[in-house]
């Protein structure tokens, strides 16, 4: 698939999630703004990653490339926006390690392999789409800082940056395990590289070709009730009740 129609497809979903939350039947809220949980907490991330080989114009003759699984593990924090939010309902923001792997080779058998090793940062703003009590679609936009902590390959001139910088798009659909416990499995990819910049592209470009990063994402989030000692959120304006009540959120 070509990266048009990868964007095509992210944003579509995007776009339809942060419309039709307004528009379903009411349901029986993910969260209840009644006092009882903070806004915020953490939640870890284990997951894969994947690097799709894309075709290039300018590919060389008889060159084959393929793409090898890596693994992330990603730890943060969330802070859910005041009565679940508008069109973005909570943001987070998170630390971890991922492993980008591939390989090229020729007709001769002469084969190249790279597996870079990342500590990352990363900042996203969730949009949920409630589906029934316990299940709904999460679409998020986000940014990932990624400092190359070591690499092995053959030398070549062309490879990713020691800091990469890139705006990505996620999407994920969740599940309420129980009250205080969800579960989002999601899959992510950048949608531009503002550094290494290549006149907008969103692929990374390793020896001779291009890949494109694919981060699948299991996410494990809790919610964490008041202490004795905590006070309860307080909402000042009283406009914010007609909004919550087109909001699945609560």
């Known amino acids: 698939m070509s990266k048009k129609g990868y964007f095509t497809i992210l944003l579509t979903i995007f776009s339809f999630t942060g419309t039709c939350q307004f528009y379903s039947k009411k349901k029986t809220p993910l969260i209840n703004f009644n006092g009882l949980y903070r ?28 793409g090898r699984m ?11 926006f005041e009565r679940g939010g508008n069109v973005f309902n909570y943001m987070d923001y ?3 390690f991922k492993r980008l792997s591939g390989s090229q080779f020729n007709d001769l058998d002469e084969k190249n392999i790279f597996k870079q090793n990342y500590l990352s940062a990363n900042v996203n703003l969730n949009n949920i789409w409630q589906l029934s009590n316990k299940n709904f679609l999460q ?34 659909y969740g599940f309420k395990i129980k009250k205080t416990l969800f ?3 999601s899959i992510e990819t950048p949608f531009i590289n503002i550094k290494k910049w290549e006149q907008g592209k969103s692929t990374y470009g390793i020896f001779d070709s291009r890949y494109r990063p694919i981060l699948i994402k299991l996410r494990f989030i809790w919610l964490k009730k008041l202490g ?5 959120p307080v909402y000042t304006n009283p406009e914010d009740d007609a909004r919550n009540e087109r909001n699945y959120m609560q």
């Open 228 to 232: 004795k000692g905590d006070c309860p």
């Open 139 to 172: 679409s998020s936009i986000g940014a990932n800082m990624d400092f190359k902590i070591s690499e092995k390959e053959q030398p070549t001139p062309n490879t990713t940056d020691k800091l990469i910088f890139s705006c990505h798009l996620k999407i994920g």
């Open 183 to 185: 579960i989002i499995p």
């Open 39 to 66: 806004m915020q907490h953490f939640y870890v991330s284990p997951g894969a990653t994947y690097m799709i080989p894309q075709s290039s114009p300018s590919e060389i003759k008889d060159l084959k490339k393929r």
């Open 94 to 96: 998170g630390f971890g």
């Open 70 to 80: 890596g693994i992330l593990l990603e730890a943060g924090a969330y802070y859910i």
